[in-house]
C-alpha cells in the first residue's frame, strides 16, 4: 500500500489517498473514480509531499530508541500525538478546529483526568461502586469494546487531550 497527499484543486482540501501502487492511483484518478470528501470536486491532485526517509539502524537517536522502547505487542506506541504534513489551513477550517476546541475544553471543564485507569474508573463509576462523575482518559479499541459491550456509556473525544502532566 502507498499513501497519497491528495489536494482537492477546487476548495484546497487537503486529504490522503491509499492505494496499492502508483498505478493504481493514476488508473483511478483517470476514470474519475477519486473525489474531494470534503467537497466532492474531481478535480484532484498529488500534494507535495516530503519523503519519509528512515534513518540507519546503527544512527538511531536516543529519542527514536525511547520511541521504539514504548511499543505494545500491538506495534502502536503508547504516547501516540497528533502530527499533520499540511502546510497551510484554510481560515474556515481553523476557525471550525477552533470552535470544536472550545466546546471540548467546556465539556472536560468538571471533568477528571484519569489516564490509562478510565476503563477501571468508567466501570466502577457505572456499577455503583464509585460515586458518578464525568471522566476522562485513554483506553484500548479492546476496552472502549468491552466497555460498550457492557453498556458503559462512554464517548470519543474529537480532539486529542493533552494528560495534564505534560501540559506547561
Same mark, same amino acid.
Given at each position: 500500500?502507498?499513501?497519497?497527499?491528495?489536494?482537492?484543486?477546487?476548495?484546497?482540501?487537503?486529504?490522503?489517498?491509499?492505494?496499492? !501502487? /502508483?498505478?493504481?492511483?493514476? *488508473?483511478?484518478?483517470?476514470?474519475?473514480?477519486?473525489?474531494? @470528501? $470534503?467537497?466532492?470536486?474531481?478535480? +484532484?491532485?498529488?500534494?507535495?509531499?516530503?519523503?519519509?526517509?528512515?534513518?540507519?539502524?546503527?544512527?538511531?537517536?536516543?529519542?527514536?530508541? !525511547? /520511541?521504539?522502547?514504548?511499543? *505494545?505487542?500491538?506495534?502502536?506506541?503508547?504516547?501516540?500525538? @497528533? $502530527?499533520?504534513?499540511?502546510?497551510? +489551513?484554510?481560515?474556515?477550517?481553523?476557525?471550525?478546529?477552533?470552535?470544536?476546541?472550545?466546546?471540548?475544553?467546556?465539556?472536560?471543564?468538571? !471533568?477528571?483526568?484519569?489516564?490509562? *485507569?478510565?476503563?477501571?474508573?468508567?466501570?466502577?463509576?457505572?456499577?455503583?461502586?464509585?460515586?458518578?462523575?464525568?471522566?476522562?482518559?485513554?483506553?484500548?479499541?479492546?476496552?472502549?469494546?468491552?466497555?460498550?459491550?457492557?453498556?458503559?456509556?462512554?464517548?470519543?473525544?474529537?480532539?486529542?487531550?493533552?494528560?495534564?502532566?505534560?501540559?506547561?
Amino acid at each position: 500500500m502507498i499513501v497519497f497527499d491528495l489536494i482537492c484543486r477546487d476548495g484546497e482540501h487537503l486529504f490522503e489517498g491509499w492505494f496499492g !501502487s /502508483s498505478r493504481d492511483y493514476e *488508473d483511478q484518478l483517470r476514470a474519475g473514480l477519486i473525489d474531494c @470528501p $470534503i467537497c466532492g470536486s474531481a478535480a +484532484i491532485e498529488k500534494a507535495v509531499m516530503a519523503p519519509n526517509v528512515g534513518i540507519k539502524a546503527n544512527q538511531r537517536s536516543s529519542a527514536a530508541t !525511547s /520511541s521504539a522502547n514504548q511499543m *505494545d505487542v500491538s506495534g502502536e506506541t503508547e504516547n501516540k500525538q @497528533p $502530527i499533520s504534513n499540511a502546510t497551510e +489551513i484554510s481560515p474556515e477550517y481553523s476557525e471550525l478546529v477552533g470552535k470544536l476546541a472550545k466546546a471540548q475544553a467546556k465539556i472536560l471543564e468538571k !471533568s477528571k483526568w484519569v489516564g490509562a *485507569d478510565f476503563s477501571e474508573q468508567a466501570r466502577a463509576i457505572h456499577y455503583g461502586e464509585k460515586d458518578a462523575s464525568p471522566i476522562h482518559g485513554t483506553a484500548s479499541k479492546d476496552d472502549v469494546a468491552e466497555l460498550e459491550e457492557e453498556g458503559v456509556e462512554i464517548m470519543p473525544l474529537p480532539l486529542p487531550v493533552n494528560p495534564p502532566e505534560s501540559q506547561n
